[in-house]
């Protein structure tokens, strides 16, 4: 998930476009997002598309940050949580009903919601 960030965010870096007049850029990138520019990304895209069930519990959404709500799940659930968010499951939309989001930004928002209901839980890679 970090490369796909990183990609993104690398992709979206070379949009500006600079007049005529301005000098290529020859020094290269090297940009590394930190923990808390994914987290900052992932509360974003929460906020935006997430938070209006999963904090309430809407509509039988697990709330953020109530362990117990999440227990019970495969063990594959961080995989199945990822593509019930991208695609939709049962009463919840896909991307949240956000469809302006892209995968990586809800991929990101789900990332937000495991650490924030399970802070003490090793990152994921």
Known sequence: MLRILMITLLLLAGCGQAGDDAAPSTTPVDFE???SSVQLAGKRAYEQACASCHEEGLDGAPRTGDRDAWTGR????????????K????????????????????EMAAE?????????????D
């Open 33 to 35: 997002p930190t923990d």
């Open 87 to 106: 695609d939709g499951y049962l009463d919840m939309p896909a991307k949240g009903g956000d469809e302006s989001l892209d995968d990586a930004a809800v």
């Open 74 to 85: 495969s063990w594959l659930w961080e995989a199945v949580l990822f593509e019930h968010a």
């Open 112 to 124: 937000y919601m495991l650490t924030r209901t399970f802070p003490d839980a090793p990152p994921a």
